[in-house]
């Protein structure tokens, strides 16, 4: 049975909400992980992890986790998040961005460090993920989320704009211009080879989104089970898994 088969379609204690296809695969590989460490409390960075959606029921699920975020509002609606779940005592709320990470944690401090959605936006990725992966203990684990390039290409000229679309295929960073929201995006190679650069063990890549995006909210509405099976049937599987919306790569520093 693989880490994805083990993801419950319903609502879980430690999901919180019900699953859907932009969270399902993440927290089957995050659920397996937490397993593997036999019911130890662990202490969690989430970088970018604004309004708690990872770091609440984590904490929950008692392990203390440390947000990093950028945003005071995302930070004070964090505080209200884990004091309604009861849960403000394992819950920190650090502001600062993904370039100053190195000056915010403790090296050899974390076991498990999530950093979903930030690698994107950093002046420079190569720096951030150093600190990342200096900030775990031997043998803890970082789990890394990441704009898809494919997709972002896919979607531009689907959508008709087919200079966009070539632009962002033949940019070296992935992007399309001044005008882009992101600064770059990846395939599932750049991604892994910046977390191996920093010294890390790549143990799994998955694609997030593979089809959520791409299908029509009449359908993806009216058979949402059938979606979530599907997304986690393709997640990990090449050429599927390259074309999603989102990358997740989950690797771990040598022990």
């Not at 990470?101 to 950093?122: F, K, N, T």
Request: proline residues 6%.
């Amino acid at each position: 049975m693989t880490r994805l088969d083990r993801v419950e379609q319903t609502r879980d204690p430690l999901a919180g909400p019900p699953l859907t296809p932009r969270t399902a695969v993440i927290w089957s590989v995050l659920r397996a992980e937490l397993e593997r460490r036999g019911g130890d409390r662990l202490t969690m960075l989430d970088v970018g992890g604004g309004t708690g959606g990872f770091a609440v029921p984590l904490a929950r699920a008692g392990h203390q986790v440390t947000v990093v975020d950028a945003s005071p509002d995302a930070l004070a609606a964090l505080t209200r998040r884990a004091a309604e779940a009861g849960v403000a005592d394992r819950v920190r709320a650090v502001q600062g961005d993904g370039d100053a990470l190195a000056g915010l944690v403790e090296p050899g401090s974390v076991d498990l460090v999530l950093c979903h959605a930030v690698l994107e936006v950093v002046d420079d990725p190569a720096p951030v993920v150093a600190a990342l992966v200096a900030a775990l203990r031997p043998g803890g684990a970082a789990s890394v989320l990441v704009a898809g390039r494919a997709a972002a290409v896919l979607a531009r000229a689907t959508n008709g704009h087919l200079d966009t679309a070539a632009t962002l295929a033949a940019d070296p960073a992935g992007t399309a211009g001044p005008k882009d929201t992101l600064r770059r995006r990846y395939d599932a190679d750049s991604a892994a080879d910046l977390l191996r650069a920093a010294g890390a063990v790549v143990e799994e890549i998955h694609g997030v989104r593979v089809l959520a995006d791409l299908l029509p909210a009449a359908v993806a509405d009216s058979q949402p089970a059938a979606l979530l099976d599907l997304e986690q049937a393709l997640a990990g599987r090449s050429p599927y898994r390259d074309l999603a919306a989102a990358l997740h790569v989950f690797a771990r520093r040598p022990a």
